[in-house]
């Protein structure tokens, strides 16, 4: 069985070793980045399960790694960070980050987080695989292929933005509360503000808007939650 590969980026050398010296522990095939262009070129070469990454790095910090990084690549992403505000967590998660833990940690939280991330991206990456072809008017969603098409032409989403859209197409009857879409997507263990979800469907509806869809396919169904919009009309 091979090892599972896990990329560290922070520019503090002590974290980076500490890091090192807890992952191989375990049995993880580790590399390092000292700083986010580091990181990018390094993704760009090599294929991950997780990403553990610094948000406090000069010259690039880890809002604009993860955001580049999720431009082209479905890893799971770990924001490491000594700040604990939920409006910073809420920007991670926003932005593409899949969790987020605070320094100082202990050891079995964090391998606990790593191990939960990577289970949850091989089950979502499963089910997703179950759909063939997800057709709508004006849009297309191709689960396996992880892409979307509005009018033919392909629409970029983040890894959750596009779980999100997914789950809520094929199950287009029923109505989520915030709960629920926190449960699916970022698992039972999540214990951040529900605002995230806000900001996921804000996206997708910008995104789906600014590509030409004459509706917004996600409606919100005041009082609970959110559900899908497949009739095509506008809300």
């Not at 509806?205 to 030409?212: E, F, L, M, V």
Request: overall charge negative; glycine content about 6%; hydrophobic content about 40%.
């Amino acid at each position: 069985m091979s090892r599972l590969q896990v990329l560290i980026v922070d520019d503090e050398w002590n974290m980076r070793n500490l890091l090192r010296i807890y992952l191989t522990r375990e049995g993880f095939d580790v590399k390092e980045a000292s700083n986010g262009r580091e990181a990018l070129s390094m993704v760009k070469r090599h294929s991950f399960d997780i990403i553990l990454l610094d948000v406090m790095m000069p010259d690039m910090d880890g809002w604009h790694v993860c955001k580049e990084i999720r431009e082209t690549e479905n890893v799971a992403i770990l924001m490491l960070t000594a700040r604990s505000e939920t409006k910073d967590k809420v920007l991670g998660l926003g932005i593409g980050a899949d969790d987020y833990l605070t320094k100082p940690f202990e050891p079995e939280e964090l391998l606990a987080r790593v191990y939960s991330l990577i289970r949850r991206s091989a089950i979502t990456q499963a089910s997703v695989q179950q759909e063939s072809t997800l057709s709508f008017q004006g849009l297309m969603i191709y689960p396996e292929g992880r892409e979307i098409y509005i009018h033919d032409l392909p629409v970029d989403f983040t890894q959750k933005e596009f779980d999100l859209f997914v789950s809520l197409a094929r199950n287009q009857q029923r109505a989520f509360d915030r709960g629920e879409l926190l449960d699916l997507l970022w698992g039972y263990d999540y214990d951040g503000d529900f605002r995230v979800v806000d900001t996921h469907v804000k996206n997708i509806r910008d995104k789906t808007r600014k590509s030409g869809l004459l509706y917004n396919p996600i409606q919100t169904v005041w009082g609970v939650g959110y559900k899908f919009n497949a009739t095509g009309e506008s809300i």
